[in-house]
């Protein structure tokens, strides 16, 4: 396989409303948590970019899903953030319509990128997402951010108690502030990207 141009990225659209989601048959891989777990770090790390997912001081303050395209090859979708207690009524069903639309049609999704915070642990908004991939049968693997703001003792139990608690999913820990994890999440993501050419192919 080509390996992909990490390099060659752009934001293809902010898209805020249904018709504006992309379905072009390119793969799909989707980050997903909640407001404040790390979502817009963990994209800029990955990539090796300062600024290329905005992060909010007000997190959840945005919603649209967010569509990077990369190398031409594939599309990394940043979905917005949930569990946001600040939001209104009405910024919430924005939430969860848009949310809904993007995965009213799983096959185009490849893979979801589940964050959630080693440090606290899934919050019940985590679960119901969680819950509601397995249940549509989406792939989805769990990367478990800010892995650094805990000591040794702290990540290897955070950690055990994660995988006894979703396995067989993978956890992947990671840490937008080291690095940690960031290239064993790149080969997840490029190992998606070849399995879905070569089905194509």
């Not at 902010?14 to 793969?27: P, T, V």
Request: aromatic content about 10%; proline content about 4%; glycine content about 6%.
């Amino acid at each position: 396989m080509k390996p992909i141009n990490k390099n060659n990225i752009r934001l293809t659209i902010s898209a805020g409303r249904r018709d504006q989601l992309i379905r072009d048959g390119r793969c799909q891989i989707a980050f997903s948590g909640r407001s404040n777990v790390g979502k817009s770090s963990a994209l800029n790390k990955l990539m090796n970019r300062k600024s290329l997912a905005r992060v909010s001081s007000s997190p959840g303050k945005t919603i649209t899903v967010n569509f990077f395209d990369i190398d031409s090859r594939l599309y990394l979708v940043d979905l917005p953030g949930y569990g946001f207690a600040k939001r209104s009524e009405q910024e919430k069903r924005k939430w969860s319509a848009l949310t809904d639309s993007y995965f009213q049609n799983p096959e185009h999704i490849s893979l979801v990128l589940q964050l959630v915070d080693l440090k606290t642990g899934p919050s019940r908004d985590d679960e119901a997402m969680i819950s509601y991939l397995q249940e549509v049968g989406i792939p989805f693997v769990i990367v478990a951010t800010k892995f650094d703001k805990l000591n040794k003792t702290g990540q290897t139990k955070n950690l055990k108690e994660l995988q006894d608690r979703y396995f067989p999913v993978p956890v992947f820990p990671f840490s937008s502030l080291s690095g940690y994890g960031v290239e064993s999440v790149w080969k997840l993501i490029e190992t998606t990207v070849e399995a879905f050419e070569g089905s194509e192919g």
